[in-house]
């Protein structure tokens, strides 16, 4: 027996939205509250043209820009790490201190009893995660408030730190290829290739997103909206990976850059993107999938955004709490290793100081909400990106420390009141 097709089971087709409708849509957005990564977009902009204006003989060159992606590298990670705390809204003081802990555990198991860096590598991201595991179990299982509980991780790791190396001491890296993370560069070509990569990557993923819509009938972007997109991350990125491709070493009067890397008594060539870049990069992928594709970051959002409802919807609230409290010390840790990396040692002073600070204002900044329920992994980055553009850019127009506190705070504190308010008028649109 044949069945017949009527129009009735054909999905109606919906309008595709072009560019015009697009940045209508995203203003409206804007005007009922949510503003996103809008704020910080437009604040990077604004200090890189500052500073360039400034101090653009030092700031807006190719060996300070490389310089501000190797400072800012290890706050980013932290960040994206502290993202998926503060979507729960809850708050990881800790996460600092978990970072020179790790980096502790590293040093000492590398160095001191010369394990193989993968085994040490191993045992500082295991190190991570089991701080994430206890804190969680404290805040999840025994319901004391997350601020209580990771202050007290704040001021116990610190002990911890001096227990592993020593009071004063410094544990030196002399792994290569650990060093080569924070200090070594990708040859032209491979900058070039992980372009080429991003670039299609992202509109193949994209491009699937909405032949996903059209296929189920929902409203999708036009084709010019997609292209526009990829275009300008083309753009972007291409000026980016061109900038850091540039020979950006300093040449004194009667030195010459060296032709070869055999060659002895000149400067070596500093060119390509860092290494630390990819490794930003692959996170950010991973992470992003995990809150953007998967079950369990929908059970992310829906904790943050209302706990009762989603435990009455049958989510694990508990487990969820406990898995992303180990998340953000697992980044703590992968931030560990890279400042052991970059400053070629490990002390008591690793991940401390303005390290906690830095983070949470990156990811606050790149708007994640501190009530909880709103946030994305891209934030951390485009906060960070801010971050390290201050503490890069302020030295070089004042050598005053308290004005880099005062314009750093001030900047922190605009985000968390564009939060609150955004969040206000978000409550008030329904």
Not at 99 to 124: E, I, K, M, R
Not at 310 to 318: E, F, H, K, L, T
Request: hydrophobic fraction near 55%; glycine fraction near 12%.
């Amino acid at each position: 027996m044949s069945t017949q097709t009527t129009d009735t089971d054909i999905p109606e087709a919906r309008p595709e939205t072009s560019i015009g409708q697009a940045l209508g849509d995203y203003w409206a957005r804007v005007k009922g509250g949510d503003t996103g990564s809008m704020p910080a977009v437009l604040g990077l902009i604004a200090l890189v043209a500052l500073f360039s204006v400034l101090q653009g003989g030092i700031f807006f060159t190719a060996l300070n820009f490389a310089n501000l992606l190797n400072q800012g590298t290890a706050i980013i990670i932290l960040a994206m790490g502290l993202v998926f705390v503060l979507l729960l809204g809850e708050i990881d003081l800790s996460a600092g201190f978990a970072a020179g802990t790790c980096a502790a555990v590293l040093g000492v198991t590398l160095t001191n009893h010369n394990w193989p860096w993968p085994l040490a590598l191993a045992a500082a991201l295991l190190t991570g995660l089991f701080i994430g595991l206890v804190l969680g179990l404290l805040v999840a299982r025994l319901g004391i408030p997350s601020f209580v509980v990771t202050l007290a991780a704040f001021l116990g790791l610190q002990g911890v730190m001096l227990l592993i190396i020593g009071e004063g001491g410094t544990i030196p890296i002399q792994n290569e290829f650990l060093l080569a993370i924070m200090n070594n560069n990708m040859p032209v070509w491979v900058g070039w290739l992980l372009w080429l990569v991003v670039v299609l990557g992202y509109a193949g993923v994209s491009l699937r997103a909405i032949q996903n819509r059209r296929k189920h009938a929902l409203v999708s972007p036009a084709t010019s909206v997609w292209v526009a997109k990829v275009v300008t991350l083309a753009v972007l990125l291409g000026a980016a990976v061109y900038i850091l491709n540039m020979e950006r070493q300093i040449v004194r009067p009667g030195r010459q850059t060296c032709a070869s890397p055999d060659d002895t008594g000149c400067i070596p060539i500093i060119q390509g993107v860092p290494w630390a870049v990819l490794v930003v990069l692959a996170l950010l992928v991973i992470l992003t999938f995990v809150l953007g594709r998967t079950a369990y970051g929908r059970h992310i959002y829906a904790v943050g955004g209302n706990t009762e409802a989603a435990r009455r919807a049958g989510i694990a609230v508990s487990s969820i709490k406990i898995s992303c409290f180990m998340v953000c010390s697992f980044m703590a840790a992968i931030a560990g290793v890279l400042l052991a990396s970059r400053d070629n040692s490990v002390s008591p002073t690793t991940g401390g100081a303005q390290t906690l600070l830095f983070a949470v204002g990156a990811a606050v900044i790149g708007g994640t909400s501190l009530f909880g329920g709103r946030g994305r992994v891209i934030d951390a980055v485009i906060g960070g990106l801010v971050v390290a553009v201050i503490a890069n850019g302020l030295p070089l127009v004042t050598q005053q420390s308290g004005i880099q506190y005062v314009v750093t705070g001030g900047v922190l504190l605009v985000a968390a009141s564009v939060d609150a308010i955004t969040r206000k008028r978000s409550s008030a649109g329904g």
